[in-house]
């Protein structure tokens, strides 16, 4: 009886042997910890009859701890002393519900400064001009 499933081949970046190679349909469990943190390739490879196909999935790994640092954005240009405020910390597992970044410390950003002046200032005009005896 012949086979109606395609075979396919997974190689990671440039591989040359695969890391599976699985019948059609089938769920696999790609392991990143394995993999360095950065950017990497999936590469498919299917086989059916006499035909095959490709298909290249770029992706990005970062399995170690996440790195933030307030005082210094990428490409700017410095001078003099910088003060950096760093920490480096683990999201957790991904199954499990944690917002991104929660237990880093940051600065308020400019712009809520400045909506809360201009809210106070608005404030402080509408209760003089609506209340002056």
């Known amino acids: 009886m012949p086979e109606n499933n ?3 081949y997974l190689y990671i970046d440039d591989g040359t042997h695969p890391v599976a190679a699985l019948n059609t349909p089938v769920v696999f469990n790609l392991d990143t910890t394995k993999l360095t943190d950065g950017v990497h390739t999936l590469k498919i490879v299917s086989q059916f009859d006499q035909k095959e196909g490709l298909k290249i999935i770029p992706f990005t790994v970062r399995n170690g701890p996440i790195i933030h640092i307030e005082g210094l954005s990428e490409n700017e240009t410095v001078s003099g002393t910088l003060p950096l405020m760093l920490n ?3 999201t957790g597992r991904k199954q499990s519900f944690i917002i991104k970044g929660s237990e880093n410390p940051r600065t308020i ?3 809520v400064w ?3 002046l201009v809210f106070v ?5 509408y209760l003089v001009t609506n209340f002056s005896l």
């Open 88 to 90: 480096a910390y683990d």
């Open 121 to 125: 200032a608005w404030a402080a005009f």
């Open 109 to 111: 950003p400019v712009w």
């Open 6 to 8: 395609a075979m396919v």
């Open 114 to 116: 400045l909506i809360a």
